[in-house]
């Protein structure tokens, strides 16, 4: 609203400024004739023509210079608009790409904490069998024995932390 009010200031500002006396402005009319209006004072082709123009015709000419600048102001309105449709729509795309990419990142943490749980299982699995497999010949001293168990308990644990992971993502 702001932004408006601060345009609609500047296309006062700027319409009174062309009909003051230092500005300079251009009208084509319906005819196909061209005057410069400076101040109040009428140009053709260089030449000052203000007395030679009817009442009718200076308010012609200053009627269509004023709906041209009417028109000027409309589009610069709409540009800004359209500008700010733009930037709406460029913060917007951000947010949803930011959106994405943290989507994607949960996802691979998600797949990484499956993948950890997976071969934290499979080890597990491995370490046992190859223990009971070197138990049943008969291959461990106790000492290994209780080494065995150690290492089949941390693997244990690191399954359980494994899935406590996974099931928080």
């Given at each position: 609203m702001k932004r408006h009010s601060i345009l609609k200031l500047a296309s006062v500002f700027t319409f009174v400024f062309c009909l003051s006396c230092g500005s300079t402005e251009k009208v084509i009319t319906p005819e196909g004739k061209v005057y410069e209006l400076?101040?109040?004072k009428f140009y053709s082709n260089g030449e000052e023509v203000t007395a030679t123009l009817?009442?009718?015709?200076k308010s012609k000419?200053?009627?269509?210079?004023?709906?041209?600048?009417?028109?000027?102001?409309?589009?610069?309105?709409r540009k800004a608009e359209l500008e700010e449709a733009q930037k709406?729509?460029?913060?917007?795309?951000?947010?949803?790409?930011?959106?994405?990419?943290?989507?994607?990142?949960?996802?691979?943490?998600k797949e990484k904490a499956r993948e950890d749980f997976f071969k934290a299982q499979e080890k597990l699995k491995k370490k046992t069998e190859k223990y009971q497999k070197r138990l049943d010949r008969g291959d461990l001293?106790?000492?290994?024995?209780?080494d065995w168990k150690k290492r089949l308990k941390d693997l244990e644990d690191?399954?359980?932390?494994?899935?406590?992971?996974?099931?928080?993502?």
């Open positions: 400076k101040g109040s009817s009442g009718e015709e000419i200053n009627q269509i210079l004023e709906d041209r600048l009417k028109l000027e102001k409309e589009a610069a309105k709406k729509a460029e913060a917007a795309r951000k947010k949803a790409e930011k959106k994405q990419k943290a989507l994607e990142k949960e996802i691979k943490a001293s106790q000492d290994d024995i209780e690191d399954v359980k932390k494994a899935e406590e992971k996974l099931s928080r993502s």
